[in-house]
């Protein structure tokens, strides 16, 4: 369920960047940002992944800042500031998204794993919570 928030707190993201005006860049930028860092906080939390989708953004904007030195962009420039703006957030919220996704993914194939592993060592696998009655204890051993 905290994949299926999180993808849709990004699709939310991605409308924000492209459907709603704001009356300035500060503002938008302001708003943007102020929204990734919710959504980090909400759902990576932890400062690897802030440094890692911050150093992916800012990797993000110089190569865009590179292919507009280039002449690949021909914008002016409010609408590439807005590009870098956008870019940039959308970078920093995809990769706490999908690192939402290979975590859970990496969490089920460690737990099928411990599994599978106490399977093949024991016959059946031992849970925290074994409902069984101890047999072994001499209280709960009635031999009538």
């Given amino acids: 369920m905290l994949i299926i ?3 849709a707190l990004f699709i939310g993201i991605n409308q924000l960047c492209a459907k709603i005006q704001f009356s300035s860049p500060v503002h938008f930028i302001v708003i943007l940002a102020g929204t990734c860092l919710v959504f980090w906080y909400w759902f990576d939390h ?3 992944g ?16 590179i292919l507009r030195y280039v ?7 409010i609408q590439f500031d807005y590009l870098q703006t956008c ?3 959308l970078i920093f919220s995809g990769g706490v998204t999908f690192g ?5 993914l ?3 194939s460690l737990d099928q794993e411990k599994n599978l ?5 024991n016959g059946f696998i031992k849970t925290s919570y074994d409902l069984r009655p101890n047999v072994t204890s001499e209280r709960n051993l009635h031999l009538d």
């Fill in 106 to 108: 990496n969490f089920v």
């Fill in 117 to 121: 592993n106490a399977i093949e060592n």
């Fill in 5 to 7: 928030k999180c993808f």
């Fill in 87 to 89: 870019l940039s957030c």
């Fill in 46 to 48: 932890t400062k690897v």
């Fill in 50 to 65: 802030f440094i890692f989708n911050s150093f992916n953004a800012l990797f993000v904007v110089v190569f865009v800042n």
């Fill in 71 to 77: 002449g690949f962009f021909n914008q002016s420039q």
């Fill in 100 to 104: 939402n996704i290979v975590r859970l």
